[in-house]
Nanobody, 121 residues
Framework: QVQLVESGGGLVQTGGSLSVSCSAS????????MGWFRQAPGKEREFVAA????????HLADSAKGRFAIIRDNAKNTVYLQMNSLKPEDTAVYYC??????????????WGQGTQVTVSS
């Protein structure tokens, strides 16, 4: 069982930056592929970014490329999503996830509670 605790959501202006964090329980954090997803009101949950548990390789959705970065700190059992150049369409609940087979998989075993990110114009 893995528990994921998220923090860092909030309100930011268009063009601004925000970093959200996800802390994982246990001491096997390095084993897990970690991912970020988001869900806007009335829309399906969509993939944002993933990072591997061994090489640290990353994979970003097209909407995130050039603006977002996924970073992990294995010493802290924490993964971050750094979001820059934010747009109103980035407004969503952001969820962290753990346990995909690889960074290209969208199938995760564990999910966080979500943190709200709101981008105002």
């Amino acid at each position: 069982q893995v528990q994921l605790v998220e923090s860092g959501g909030g309100l930011v202006q268009t063009g601004g930056s925000l970093s959200v964090s996800c802390s994982a329980s246990g001491q096997t954090f390095r084993r897990y592929v970690m991912g970020w997803f988001r869900q806007a009101p009335g829309k399906e949950r969509e993939f944002v970014a993933a990072i591997s548990g061994n090489t640290g390789a990353t994979h970003l959705a097209d909407s995130a490329k050039g603006r977002f970065a996924i970073i992990r700190d294995n010493a802290k059992n924490t993964v971050y999503l750094q979001m820059n150049s934010l747009k109103p369409e980035d407004t969503a609940v952001y969820y962290c996830a753990a346990g995909a087979q690889n960074i290209y998989s969208k199938n995760y075993s564990y999910w966080g509670q979500g943190t709200q990110v709101t981008v105002s114009s």
